[in-house]
């Protein structure tokens, strides 16, 4: 089981540290889109954790839709991540307050530039039919 760290209740799981140190580097651009993300053994080295906490971590990657794992080759850095529905962050307020619908700020945190074109504002007379 992976060293958690602060101690106490706030305590962050090792697994948990390394998966975010891992999704950092995604983001950062120093794993880039098609990129191979280390191997089990290297992150073990690297972290000086158990395989079993490494495993879990990756779970935590995967789960985030940055990186796809093929069987046999490893896991590889994603083009882009999806777009995803979370109806926790939908509609916090500080979306709200900051102005941003739900879909600007999903597709933000995916890493799409998404943008709102206004076509018409007035009146218009409606068809009889």
Do not use: C, N, W
């Given at each position: 089981?992976?060293t ?30 098609g ?50 529905h ?15 619908a ?28």
């Amino acid at each position: 089981m992976g060293t958690a760290v602060g101690g106490g209740r706030g305590a962050v799981p090792r697994y948990v540290q390394i998966a975010d140190d891992i999704v950092q580097q995604i983001r950062a651009g120093a794993l880039k889109a098609g990129d191979m993300v280390p191997s089990e053994s290297e992150l073990v080295e690297r972290y000086g954790v158990a395989g079993g906490t490494v495993r879990k971590a990756m779970l935590e990657v995967r789960a985030s839709g940055l990186v796809e794992t093929r069987h046999g080759k490893g896991s590889f850095v994603k083009a882009r991540p999806p777009v995803r529905h979370r109806s926790s962050d939908r509609f916090r307020r500080t979306h709200r307050q900051e102005g941003r619908a739900a879909y600007l700020a999903e597709s933000a945190q995916s890493g799409a530039e998404a943008s709102v074109s206004m076509l018409f504002r007035g009146p218009i007379v409606a068809p009889e039919e």
